[in-house]
């Protein structure tokens, strides 16, 4: 087994017992074709408000102005599915944010697994990145085998559904390739019918500012538009609609990371509950959560306009 062998067998090795559930690698090169899809989505405005997204375009498309000398792009992914579900009468939220932030988690595991790396093969240059810099992380785990994008925009991996978080480590070692898998969507529309706002506008592309993940997490403004009431099918935080649909997630099991464990008011609070918590309970309850990323003050504009 030549160097390249050795090294990715060891990479691969490592994510694993550090809990990551999959693991594929691509070769690091500009983005042409994911460049003119974002630089179209982009012109359309279907970014709404998230201006981060217009900035570091050629950082997006080309990993190796992340990571000088970049050779290899490592996408790993982490379930997040919960053991348990909320109850049905309460305002919804999305299953990521069940547990602790995923930032954290995620972020730490990568540190480890880069350190782990550059103990076994010495100078190692490598950056790891979670879901807030400049990479297009979907068409890095795509282009590595670990899935197809589906008509939802989200990755689906054929054993184990799209409850996954993703994460990227971009390297200088140069390492053995994964290839992609086909798409198995085929005629499948139920993700499409399924948007309760219809930000799914065709197969693969989703309408950013009509997402109610956008609404609900991204936007910063006091009020929610009049013209999206009604629409929002109880969703507080996030939204889950088009995967909750999707036929691939039947294969979705409990993920095993310990700080996924939800947190108790998440799964039990009734509106009344929501509609009584305040900020200082807020803070403290959800003090490792996604949901501080709204703010209390979010929280509660988004509580309101569920309710009417």
Known sequence: MDLRGKYTDFIKKHAADLGFDHCGIAQAMQLDDDARRLEKWLHKGMHGAMHYMENNFDKRVDPRKLVDNAKSVITLLLNYYPQEQQRTDTPKISKYAYGHDYHEVIKAKLNTLLARMQEEFGAVSGRGFVDSAPVLERSWAQRSGLGWLGKNGNLIHKQAGSFFFIATLITDLELLYDGPVGDFCGSCTRCLDACPTGALVEPGVVDGSRCISYFTIELKELLIPDKMQGQFDNWMFGCDAC???????RFSKPNKTVEFTPIPEILNFSTKDWEEL???????IFRRSPMKRSKYAGIRRNLRFVNG
């Open 278 to 284: 305040t900020e200082e309970e807020f803070k403290r």
């Open 243 to 249: 995967q909750d649909v999707c036929p691939w997630n």
